[in-house]
């Protein structure tokens, strides 16, 4: 019976400020969602660092007949020097952290120019004379590409010692920022959806201000009396939450995996696994703040 009357309170509490429930629902809806997406876009980019920085690779330059630095006097590195270093590189001391080099000539060095700035500008005065000779080093690890570069930046012959990572690195940046101004927005969004639940609440209960003093009269409990709007402040975020973690759940369906994969079969794109494990805690999120919000508007408001 208790349970049947608490259900009652709930459902006129709802139905009396439809309105503002749905705006609840809204909100809850909107905010989770830049959280889920906020989420999700940490996870990508935590894929996409594993992805990429597992196949970055130091590039060791070698001089070429214009270059004039510390290690080149405007001749080309000769056989000797690329050997030493080659050496250095199967050494006792750097061969553990080396998992694989290769050379690149000047032709083929040429090639792979060609195949990205081909239609530039830059290219009408590219010619396999005026590349660099190069080895590609794969690190055992990412982490050492730095000892690495340590190791052969200063040896005779080499112009350059350049790290991919650093290449990768402003563009996490940007997908960092990204993620933080979703956080801080789904934040803001939270506040409002905090701030409209406990409108909810006092509205609910000044529309049944001589139901409740009825209630404390004939001596109903205070957990009895606050019970109900509680239930409903949990209920409409509820409803948001669970239209916030089924958007995640279809935009990663639809969009990520059935229209973004296939088109970037290259890199690791969340899925649903990733999105199942985001959506229990939308929920969670949305059922903790209007139940801590709720209670605290009721509360205070009756003064108990």
């Known amino acids: 019976m208790r349970i049947q009357l608490i259900a009652n309170e709930v459902w006129n509490g709802l139905r009396r400020n439809l309105s503002v429930v749905v705006s609840v629902v809204l909100v809850t809806f909107i905010s989770l969602s830049f959280v889920g997406a906020a989420i999700l876009l940490q996870q990508q980019i935590n ?3 594993g992805f990429w920085y597992d196949r970055a ?9 214009v270059d004039a630095t510390d290690t080149c006097t405007q001749t080309a590195a000769t056989p000797e020097q690329i050997e030493a270093v080659r050496s250095t590189l199967s050494s006792g001391a750097i061969a553990p952290y080396v998992a694989d080099v290769q050379f690149e000539d000047r032709e083929s060095a040429y090639q792979h120019f060609m195949e990205q700035f081909g239609g530039t500008a830059s290219a009408e005065f590219a010619s396999p004379e005026t590349m660099n000779e190069a080895l590609w080093v794969r690190p055992t690890t990412p982490q050492d590409a730095d000892l690495i570069r340590e190791a052969t930046t200063a040896l005779p012959g080499v112009l350059e010692v350049r790290d991919q990572r650093a290449l990768l690195e402003p563009i996490f940046q940007v997908l960092n920022t990204a993620s933080l101004a979703a956080i801080g927005v789904a934040v ?14 006092r509205l609910s209960a000044f529309s049944r201000k001589r139901e409740l003093g009825i209630m404390r009269l004939v001596g109903a ?3 009895f009396i606050q019970t109900p709007f509680i239930i409903e402040g949990v209920v409409a975020a509820l409803i948001g939450a669970v239209l916030a973690a089924g958007s995640v759940l279809a935009v990663v369906h639809f969009v990520l995996q059935g229209y973004v994969a296939p088109m970037l079969q290259t890199i690791a794109i969340v899925g649903l696994d990733d999105a199942l494990v ?8 949305g059922v903790l703040f209007a139940g801590v919000a709720a209670a605290v508007a009721i509360r205070r408001y009756l003064k108990i």
């Open 57 to 65: 690779q130091v590039g060791i330059y070698f001089c070429g007949p």
């Open 278 to 285: 985001v959506a229990p805690v939308l929920i969670g999120i």
């Open 188 to 201: 803001l969004m939270l506040v409002a959806a905090v701030l409209l639940i406990s409108t909810t609440i």
């Open 47 to 49: 894929q996409m660092k």
């Open 221 to 223: 409990s205070n957990r």
